[in-house]
């Protein structure tokens, strides 16, 4: 394993609950990320954290809520969710915000939309 | 508009060939480019990472191109097994304010036949 793990793995929800997606990281990494990974789509990133403080929003709709209460730890507040939401999402961590810094990626959490 | 591409979505190949992967961006001022390995049902994995001032980095049987003229990023896999089967994903991180972001392309799926 590579120091990043998510949980759950899986989730079906349906358009009306509300989840969370939880990732931590053990490796001292001061940035965080949240990306998606759509079928025949590249990783689109969704939100930064640097130093527990966003840095990147990348227009994401508001249905989609980050939370980070310390480097090592990551959620994704999900509520009202489109079928279209429906895809693997992948938590990320690296040393520094910055050129240069390679990323660690989770094994990922494959959620469905009903 | 700014584009990063993965030339061939599907490679196949015979064991022990060399594996070319394809990478071209346009519109991009990438100040490195990294590739990653990302088998089934995982996150993606760092492999190796290129600047933009070097023309080549290799690592045991891979080795990475990097040609700012032509755009253009080469992933080679030499002495192929089956076990380098994986999707192949290359990412730049782009000079200007988001500098810690890698935007990546939609990978290269890899089968080396025994």
């Known amino acids: 394993e590579t120091g990043v793990t998510q949980t759950p793995r899986h989730l079906v929800m349906g358009m009306t609950n509300k989840k969370s997606l939880k990732c931590e990281q053990h490796l001292g990494h001061n940035a965080m990320y949240w990306y998606k990974q759509s079928a025949k789509k590249p990783l689109e990133l969704m939100f930064v954290?640097?130093?527990?403080?966003q840095t990147e929003n990348n227009s994401v709709p508001s249905r989609f809520s980050p939370e980070c209460p310390n480097s090592s730890h990551l959620f994704l507040h999900l509520h009202t969710l489109q079928p279209e939401d429906s895809a693997l999402y992948l938590c990320a961590s690296s040393q520094d915000w910055g050129l240069g810094n390679e990323q660690f990626f989770g094994p990922g959490t494959r959620l469905t939309v009903l | 508009s700014q584009k990063i591409e993965q030339n061939s979505e599907a490679l196949n190949i015979q064991e022990g060939k060399t594996a070319t992967l394809t990478c071209n961006y346009t519109?991009?001022?990438?100040?490195?480019l990294q590739w990653y390995r990302q088998d089934p049902g995982r996150g993606p994995v760092f492999l190796l990472l290129?600047?933009?001032?070097?023309k080549e980095k290799r690592k045991e049987r891979l080795k990475v191109t990097f040609d700012t003229t032509l755009k253009q990023s080469l992933f080679h896999i030499t002495a192929s097994q089956p076990a380098d089967s994986a999707t192949y994903l290359c990412a730049l991180a782009n000079y200007g304010g988001s500098q810690g972001n890698l935007i990546f392309g939609k990978g290269t799926k890899l089968s080396v036949k025994p």
């Open positions: 519109n991009y001022s990438p100040a490195y």
């Open positions: 290129i600047r933009e001032n070097e």
């Open positions: 954290y640097n130093f527990k403080e």
